[in-house]
């Protein structure tokens, strides 16, 4: 995904805030509208055009895989919706990556496959 170096080391001090997301949404209409709201449409480009470079730069090496040929670029809303459920993710702890886009009754969070398939997520790491 979306790398950043920091130009100097961060303070080790004591964290004195408040740890998670301090954003109170009234009515989020999505996951991509809450991700705009926190994130912004800059570092969303910046990461969807970088993935994108990243992935043609790289697509000889991944040519014979299946998931390469099946491959287009991701939008911006792709990349906030991306980004959304990964937040997500660290709320809603499940055992694996594929559990999140489980139907099984007991364990299915509804707004993954919803937000986005399974596969594509899965391939938008692989960039």
């Known amino acids: 995904m979306c790398g950043v170096k920091l130009a ?3 303070s080790s001090g ?7 997301v301090n954003i109170v949404f009234d009515h989020p209409v999505s996951v991509a509208d809450v991700m705009n709201t926190i994130i912004g449409d800059d570092l969303t480009r910046l990461c969807t055009e970088q993935s994108n470079i ?3 730069q790289n697509e000889q090496k991944w040519k014979m895989l299946p998931k390469t040929l099946k491959w287009s670029n991701i939008t911006p809303e792709e990349m906030r919706k991306f980004m959304g459920l990964i937040v997500l ?3 809603v702890r499940k055992e694996s990556v594929r559990e999140y886009w489980s139907t099984d009754p007991t ?11 399974r ?3 899965e391939y938008i790491p692989s960039v």
């Not at 004591?14 to 998670?20: K, M, Q």
């Open 119 to 121: 596969n594509r997520f």
């Open 89 to 91: 993710m660290g709320q």
């Open 14 to 20: 004591p964290f004195l805030g408040t740890p998670g």
């Open 107 to 117: 364990i299915s969070t509804p707004i993954f496959p919803q937000t986005m398939s």
């Open 8 to 10: 100097k080391k961060p």
């Open 54 to 56: 990243y992935h043609r």
